[in-house]
């Protein structure tokens, strides 16, 4: 883990060198750098993230023109795709080619991506949401090196959400059992605190989990 002051652009280019080959690499969105990807590539690893704020270009008659995502929007709607794949080049630059995984979204997702957008950017004076978030905010945009052949559109997503879903097991347990609070004390009394908290989330979750399949069959 890193300080909650600390960039997070910052130590996704600083920890580049921690990428081991073949490793599956899940990143939040902040740390999403062509940097960073880059790295992944050259150490023959792989990734799976959100499509970060970056332009998005695709190869047509030898050039590579912008992401018209305005006909993209109306051609998943109009032939009702579940999803769309594509390979894109991120970056006029760093001419990065990622696989692209579009996911749509149901309208109240989008809808509350949107009202949030709106709420943060009222903190900034004449700010407006462009065209082309307010369409982006219809989808789950995933960017992957992983082959079709290795994981499908849906497994994408699955992975994705999979790390989401451990994530906010860690943030539980550090605000509601604090387990990340550790006062001066000898190894051996803190290992035994550890397996103690940790027994209890076990013990706790598996409660949980008897009582809610309970509620469910009645």
């Not at 939040?28 to 750098?33: A, E, F, R, S």
């Not at 579940?82 to 109240?108: S, Y």
């Not at 550890?194 to 209890?200: D, E, N, R, Y």
């Not at 009582?211 to 009645?218: I, Q, R, S, V």
């Amino acid at each position: 883990s890193t300080k909650a002051t600390r960039n997070d652009q910052t130590d996704s280019k600083e920890t580049v060198n921690d990428i081991k080959q073949g490793s599956l690499n899940i990143r939040d969105l902040g740390y999403i750098t062509p940097t960073y990807l880059k790295a992944v590539d050259k150490n023959n690893a792989y990734y799976i993230n959100r499509l970060p704020k970056i332009g998005v270009y695709q190869l047509k008659e030898d050039r590579n023109e912008s992401m018209d995502w305005k006909s993209l929007d109306k051609s998943i709607k109009e032939k009702r795709l579940n999803h769309l794949e594509l390979e894109v080049i991120l970056g006029k630059e760093d001419k990065l080619g990622t696989r692209m995984v579009i996911i749509p979204v149901p309208e109240n997702v989008a809808r509350k991506r949107i009202h949030k957008a709106k709420q943060g950017g009222k903190r900034s004076n004449g700010y407006q949401l462009s065209k082309e978030y307010k369409l982006k905010a219809h989808y789950n945009i995933f960017i992957t090196n992983v082959p079709k052949e290795v994981l499908t559109a849906k497994e994408v997503f699955e992975a994705y959400t999979l790390r989401w879903q451990i994530e906010l097991v860690f943030k539980t347990w550090k605000s509601n059992l604090n387990i990340n609070k550790v006062k001066a004390m000898k190894k051996e009394r803190m290992e035994c605190q550890l397996i103690a908290k940790l027994i209890w989330i076990l013990l706790s979750s598996k409660i949980f989990q008897m009582a809610n399949n309970a509620l469910k069959a009645n």
